[in-house]
């Protein structure tokens, strides 16, 4: 494996550890929370063609206890096909590719200071057919208390999808200075991202953070790229954000978004790798909208 790649799937793992959040070992597990979310990347080429694409990606996730199940669409919009290095040169690669994810999140205490964590996750990503699109997942860990609002994170994961079998040890660490909803500033590494966050009052906070975006997803049976194939998009993508509390349990998030690393894998029928192309980065925009009830 290439250095660089594998330090990206290490930022995967990273991430997929911290889908649970550092909380408060008395947080209210009866709570009901919706998310929705839209985000765009304007258009860019793949590197060394003339052709390329937009991208836009909005989904809605409903949690109860410890379940949550979320889908995302993703849109693209494709132009200079006959420019693309795959494809038939005619017909767009693919338009819509779809993500729906059904996960299991547990937690508890052995102590004050360290608690732990477990879970699992069932998903499909897929242009037309479900058919060999699903994966699954699980992640254990502990969470340590340090002391002075640092919270240590140590556990690992494993995915395994339709294109291989994944997993990693993880690390993850945060802080905030004057805890888990003050005032003033707060950092996360893999906390499900790395940010750095300055909390002005209850109702605004300002944000700077980047997050790895990485998905499978099965193409169509007459897929113009490979029949039966499959796509993974990866990325990474940073941003700053705004923001607002008006009301508890409500938040809303708007910022601006750079695409700072695309990829494109292109597997065959038999989950075998085929070809990688880079995409040029990108400015876009977010919208993120959190309601617990």
């Known amino acids: 494996m290439k250095p660089f790649a594998f330090i990206i799937n290490l930022l995967l793992a990273i991430i997929m550890l911290a889908s649970t959040q550092p909380t408060q070992a008395n947080q209210d597990y009866e ?11 304007f258009s860019s080429d793949m590197d060394g063609y003339d052709g390329g694409y ?18 995302a669409s993703n849109s693209y919009s494709w132009h200079n096909v006959d420019q693309l290095p795959f494809g038939n040169g005619s017909a767009d690669p693919w338009q819509n590719l779809n993500m729906l994810d059904f996960d299991a ?18 998903y499909s990503g897929w242009e037309n057919d479900l058919s060999n699109s699903f994966g699954v997942g699980g992640r254990a860990g502990l969470d340590f208390d340090l002391g002075h609002n640092w919270r240590l994170r140590v556990g690992g994961f494993l995915m395994y999808h339709p294109v291989g079998l994944e997993g990693f ?38 944000r700077l953070s980047a997050r790895y975006q990485y998905g499978v997803f099965r193409l169509a049976d007459d897929s113009p790229v490979v029949e039966q194939g499959y796509v993974v998009p990866k990325s990474i993508v940073s941003g700053l954000y705004a923001e607002l509390t008006p009301f508890k349990n409500f938040s809303l998030i708007a910022g601006l978004e750079g695409n700072l690393w695309r990829e494109l894998i292109i597997y065959d029928d038999d989950g075998n790798e085929r070809d990688n192309y880079d995409v040029d980065g990108g400015l876009g925009l977010a919208l993120r909208l959190h309601y617990g009830f």
């Open 105 to 122: 999140n547990f937690k508890g205490q052995f102590n004050q200071q360290v608690g732990w964590f477990a879970g699992g996750n069932v």
């Open 54 to 71: 937009s991208h836009t990606n909005a989904g809605l996730a409903l949690s109860y206890r410890w379940f949550t199940l979320s889908y």
């Open 31 to 41: 709570q009901v929370k919706a998310r929705a979310w839209g985000s765009t990347a």
């Open 169 to 206: 040890p993880m690390v993850g660490i945060s802080w905030a200075q004057n805890g888990a909803d003050g005032k003033g500033w707060s950092f996360g590494l893999g906390s499900p991202v790395s940010m750095l966050q300055y909390r002005f009052s209850p109702l605004l906070a300002v």
